[in-house]
């Protein structure tokens, strides 16, 4: 069983556990230093690094403790600072960066050189520092790290390390670039133990990245692409023989295909306005499916046209069981009823489907008859529902 804890909760804890590690009354016996290594580091787990350090000054037994560390987090937000700064104010944020940074530094240069879980890592990227997150990236490598979380928030574009995209021991890799300066990916990501990749701001459309880039995570079970910027002419392939789960979420609308192997596929996700998704073989794996279709601010084509492609997307996967349409897909797909009817699809195995409406229409929101008859002609056991959410989510 996971248990989810919040930041704030997390921050509650730690407190709770310096203050009670650092009570000085003798009348009080104390038993968590008295427990095994292992697990007092599974307790200092919970604690963001700098927390974890903090510790050494409780007493000789805690002292060496933190240098054995298998999680690593580096949070920049968090860091404790002598004063409360202004983010705009170039100055301070750069005096608070020198002092991050210097952490990290030492961190990593008293460490123990054991194997490494976990490193997690939020953080301004300026030229100045970029050594230091390449240090850390290949230090994390070295140490043959099974989990690694970076989110950048950069105005420049951070080249990572070449020994960072062939990592053997990476398992989990979560990757998030920012708004404003999209992650610049390699021709080939050769990682043969990763089963779950996480990748946020990016674009496939450079002339550094071939369309198979992925194809070198033989292992990849989970596969989450978020704001793609653009998909590249030469369009995009994922070919991934034990895949199961796939999001993909586009920013822009864009005219390359989308090719997809994934015999194991059951789950797929997507949000935004889609280029044209194409599957060599129509996966009759494929159980549940969720399609947020936007409307774009502006058609490069005929809103027919957009339309039209949007039917076809949506009957590469007729072979689901499960359906989960966005209340703006529903709008896309209703601007031309006509459309619906001229292309009818077959959904021989769809059992549920589920409508979702943000929580500020759910009022005013009708089903339209033509959807309706669209998916119910095709099955005579489904059931349709309504499930409202935030706009946040």
Same mark, same amino acid.
């Given at each position: 069983m996971r248990c989810m804890v919040s930041k704030g909760q997390m921050e509650d804890f730690s407190d709770m556990l310096l203050f009670t590690l650092?009570?000085?009354?003798?009348?009080?016996? !104390?038993?968590?230093? $008295?427990?095994?290594?292992?697990?007092?580091?599974?307790?200092?787990?919970?604690?963001?690094? $700098?927390?974890?350090?903090?510790?050494?000054?409780?007493?000789?037994?805690? $002292?060496?403790?933190?240098?054995?560390?298998?999680?690593?987090?580096? !949070? &920049? !937000?968090?860091?404790?600072?002598?004063?409360?700064?202004?983010? #705009?104010?170039?100055?301070?944020?750069?005096?608070?960066?020198?002092?991050?940074?210097?952490?990290?530094?030492?961190?990593l240069f008293r460490r123990c050189p054991t194997d490494l879980v976990k490193v997690c890592v939020q953080s301004h990227i300026y030229d100045p520092h970029c050594f230091l997150v390449d240090g850390l990236l290949c230090y994390a490598v070295k140490h043959n790290v099974q989990q690694l979380t970076f989110?950048?928030?950069? *105005?420049?574009?951070?080249?990572?390390? #070449?020994?960072?995209?062939?990592?053997?021991?990476?398992?989990?890799? #979560?990757?998030?670039?920012?708004?404003?300066?999209?992650?610049?990916?390699?021709?080939?990501? @050769?990682?043969? @133990?990763l089963k779950s990749l996480h990748l946020s701001h990016f674009s496939t459309a450079g002339p550094n990245f071939e369309p198979t880039a992925f194809s070198g995570c033989l292992n990849l079970e989970t596969l989450q692409l978020f704001d793609i910027l653009a998909v590249g002419s030469e369009g995009l392939c994922i070919d991934a023989l034990k895949l199961t789960s796939l999001v993909l979420s586009f920013a822009f609308l864009g005219d390359g295909k989308v090719e997809i192997y994934a015999p194991r596929l059951t789950t797929f996700k997507y949000s935004g306005t889609p280029p044209i998704v194409c599957?060599?073989?129509?996966? @009759?794996?494929? !159980?549940?499916?969720?399609? *947020?279709? $936007?409307?774009?601010?502006? &058609?490069?084509?005929?809103?027919?046209e957009y339309v039209l492609r949007s039917i076809n997307t949506l009957s590469e996967f007729r072979h689901a069981k499960s359906l989960t349409l966005s209340s703006s897909t529903v709008q896309v797909l209703t601007k031309f009823p006509s459309l619906l009817d001229q292309n009818p699809l077959s959904f021989a195995n769809l059992k549920h489907m589920k409508i979702k409406v943000k929580k500020w229409e759910r009022d005013r929101f009708e089903m339209p008859a033509c959807i309706l008859n669209y998916f119910f002609n095709n099955s005579a056991i489904l059931r349709i529902w309504m499930d409202s959410f935030e706009d946040s989510q």
């Open positions: 650092g009570r000085r009354n003798m009348t009080i016996e !104390d038993r968590i230093s $008295k427990l095994p290594d292992g697990l007092l580091l599974k307790i200092m787990s919970f604690l963001n690094t $700098k927390q974890a350090v903090q510790t050494c000054v409780l007493s000789k037994r805690w $002292k060496p403790l933190w240098q054995s560390l298998p999680n690593l987090v580096f !949070d &920049f !937000d968090t860091f404790p600072f002598q004063q409360e700064i202004d983010d #705009e104010d170039q100055e301070e944020v750069e005096m608070k960066m020198c002092s991050f940074s210097n952490f990290i530094r030492q961190v989110h950048s928030r950069s *105005d420049c574009q951070y080249l990572f390390p #070449e020994s960072f995209w062939t990592c053997q021991s990476l398992t989990s890799l #979560e990757l998030k670039g920012s708004d404003w300066m999209p992650m610049k990916l390699p021709t080939l990501l @050769a990682c043969p @133990a599957l060599t073989d129509h996966l @009759a794996s494929v !159980d549940n499916v969720y399609f *947020d279709i $936007k409307t774009p601010p502006r &058609f490069r084509h005929s809103e027919g």
